[in-house]
């Protein structure tokens, strides 16, 4: 099918919102980039943002209600991470029906109309972009960070120097067994005396 790639696609974002969900802790929701500053969310606001936005698109603009609340009975960190794979694994489970015809059909995007295939691709760049800002506050945080698109500065550094690409988990099944117990993500590598990045501060 022509666009089982958006598919695919959408199945390793969901994964990946879970994954950068999963280095806080516990005491990180109230956490925001300036603790004076109420314009930048917290990381609390961007969980629910996450889910109460997607559900939103998904629902409004494609046309898939999962009929599940998108938001937990308790606001904590692995609640939202449960209800946000359910929730999530049920629109994946609904986008494997459609024929080629509905990713090319038109719905309205806000006050504009755009095929489902786009606004898919606009769902997806959406979520990439605050998971970027949660992962930022993340480093902010001090937390070590495992990888989420490539290689890290806790994996290795650059991908020229060869630095290994390691996710916490081997899959959103697992994250959620250990996120609700031992929290035991795979180790991350000892780090080197490599460069993080391009240009490096020099003494």
């Known amino acids: 099918m022509r666009y089982e790639f ?18 806080f802790e ?5 956490f925001r980039p300036h603790p004076t ?23 409004t603009m494609l046309g898939i209600d999962v009929k599940a609340p998108p938001l937990p009975k308790q606001e904590t960190r692995i609640e939202f991470m449960r209800r946000y794979a359910f929730d999530s694994g049920a629109r994946l489970a609904a986008l494997r029906k459609m024929e080629e015809s509905w990713w090319e059909g038109e719905t309205l995007f806000f006050e504009v109309k755009r095929s489902r295939a786009w606004v898919m691709t606009r769902r997806m760049t959406h ?4 998971r970027g800002q949660l992962l930022a506050m993340a480093r ?8 989420n698109y490539g290689p890290t500065a806790d994996t290795g550094g650059l ?6 690409t390691v996710y ?19 180790p991350l590598p000892k780090r080197g005396e490599k460069a993080v990045t391009e240009r490096p501060e020099r003494e």
């Open 127 to 130: 979520t990439s972009h605050h």
């Open 37 to 59: 500053d109420r314009r930048g969310r917290s990381v609390h606001e961007h969980m629910v943002h996450q889910c109460v936005s997607e559900d939103g698109w998904f629902r």
């Open 140 to 147: 902010m945080l001090g937390r070590d960070l495992w990888s």
């Open 168 to 186: 916490a988990y081997s899959g959103i099944d697992v994250l959620l067994e250990h996120e609700g117990s031992d929290r035991k993500k795979n």
């Open 6 to 23: 958006l598919i695919d696609t959408y199945n390793t974002e969901r994964a990946k919102v879970l994954s950068a969900w999963s280095v």
């Open 159 to 164: 991908p020229q120097d060869h630095a290994a």
């Open 26 to 30: 516990d005491g990180d929701l109230p």
